[in-house]
């Protein structure tokens, strides 16, 4: 019992090596034998310890063998989201763990595992001893996975550091083996509760036990560390890192936050021009982050680097939540001398500020630009990629022979995607609904459907199908047809005035296209052509937004800046662009 009350005083290091006293003679024999001293720390801890893992690699003296890096493939930014992957870290701080991938037997574990997801098991709230831990195993279900769930159940319940130290202790007694997943969850859980000492016992470990630890121990460390008063060694880690692999996202953001949170501004803009140069997308987070610390800091430099920030939200479509959004106001206000003032605003129709009477840039493209990207796209994602996996060559003739026939057309019109907007109507019905709405003036409306809707169905009705008929031209593809192809192809062959409407946003043949200027165009055609629609606050009526006259992002003349911004921050990236903005300006 005394071993137990006195583990609140004691580092993990110490406790391992308290614990050996209770271990068999045989089982000593068994272990692999550590001493070292830690410099630069008031205790020295000597303790014999073995751990198992099928991810981490065993020491080796001559530090030969380490992993090649790897560079990881780029992505856009909408599909980055939440923590790093390794370490199932989710955005309110509390973490998650699977276990580790590797050996058969460890991914065997990991199904058993996912297997018993569902069994909560209520983590006891004192240390418990040997007798009572072996009582609780042998009552679960699953003994094999039991220190797994409940190390699990430890980092869900935010349990007391003693009482995850009395289950290791309790391990490394009976297997005279800890495995290198119960570290990383112990590792976890001292992470979620800011404790400092513990986690650096528990590096301390690992390395002298493992020539290289994998992504997720370095994830929490670096994390863990970040956040204490000796957050500089999570830059050492980060260099660590940097030897074996290419380090996460997550690893430099939390550098960036720890140097920024310490006002070393110059230090936080390395890391983040690092992590850009490596193809790591950086999320809203850090990026607020930058703006939040930086507040009535002096530097032209400094400046420079958030206005720099600005334009990379330009370049990549991206829109700040509102709390971002905040952060930037406030940012601006802040700066010594600056006069700036931000106030949010709604932009006219005619793309005038009413705030400032900046006239904000024209959506439409050159007509130079306009024929570039219309080559473009019909080569690259038209022709050049796997269109005809989902339709055949002779399809797609026959549809641009309709279309060259019929052209021009002012509106395209994603016929199965709009059927969905209302799960709870008729397919037809929501169709119906916006062909009627768009089909005035003599709109010209081509619509592109599936053969399937011809079929007299549930959701299909053959005298509703006819009546729309009457109103837009349709082409019927193919049940398995892929229409996005279609979707482009009609509106880019019927001129610059034509719209389209989808919910789709078209991400995939964005990246089909080459270079990023050819990229950028797309995105800007898309904004100013792609209807935006939604069903009414009844549920009755479905309500179109027209495109935009002026150009949704960010934009700057030098003593203004207008940034659009969304009332939530959004996982996925959305079709729908901002209709609320910040307007900034500087008063002379």
Known sequence: ????????????????WKCRMFWPVSRCQQLFAVSFSIPNREKVSYFSFMTSSSTALPADTKGTDVFPTKKRSEIDY??????????????????????????????????VLSRHRFTKVQPPEKPLQAEEWNRLRESFQSPEVFEEVMFNSMVRCNSSIDVAKSLLTHVAKSNGDIAYNLLVKYLALCVQQGQTSEIRDVYDIMKMRFRILEGGAYNLLIRGMSNSDQWRMALTLLEEVKKIMTPSRTNYESCIKAASRHQEMNL????????LAKDLVPTLDVLQALFEFSRGMEGAELQKELFGIL????????????TFMRSIKLWFESIPGGNWRGQLTNIKDSGQCPVCNHQ??????????????????????????????????????????????????????????????????????NLFDAVNCL?????????????????????????????MQNKADFFFAENISEDDAFLLYATLRSGKHCKFVTRDFLRDHKACLSDSLTRHLFRKWQRGHQIVFSPSAEGKHINFLPAFNYDCVVQTTGDTWHIPYKDSFEEKYSYRVPRKWLCIQQKR
């Open 1 to 16: 019992m005394a071993l137990f009350s006195q583990t609140s005083q004691q580092g993990f290091q110490a406790l391992l």
């Open 78 to 111: 909408e599909e980055e989201k939440g923590w790093n992957e390794e370490t199932k870290e989710v955005s309110e701080g509390k973490l998650r763990f699977s276990s580790s991938v590797g050996a058969p037997k460890k991914r065997l574990t990991g199904q």
């Open 268 to 275: 936080a803009f390395e890391l983040y021009h690092e992590m």
């Open 311 to 322: 334009l990379y939200l330009r370049d990549n479509q991206i829109y700040p939540h509102k």
């Open 360 to 429: 904000l840039e024209d959506s439409d493209l050159t007509e130079e630009e306009y024929n570039n990207l219309k080559e473009r796209i019909i080569r690259d994602v038209i022709h050049g990629t796997d269109t005809f996996r989902k339709t055949s060559p002779q399809e797609f003739e026959a549809f641009q022979t309709f279309v060259e026939n019929r052209l021009p057309f002012d509106i395209v019109i994603d016929g199965l995607n709009v059927s969905h907007i209302k799960p709870r109507r008729m397919q037809c019905e």
């Open 439 to 467: 089909a005035k003036e003599n709109t010209r409306l081509l619509v592109l459907g599936r053969k399937h809707m011809l079929i007299n169905s549930s959701n299909w009705k053959r005298e509703i199908m006819k009546e």
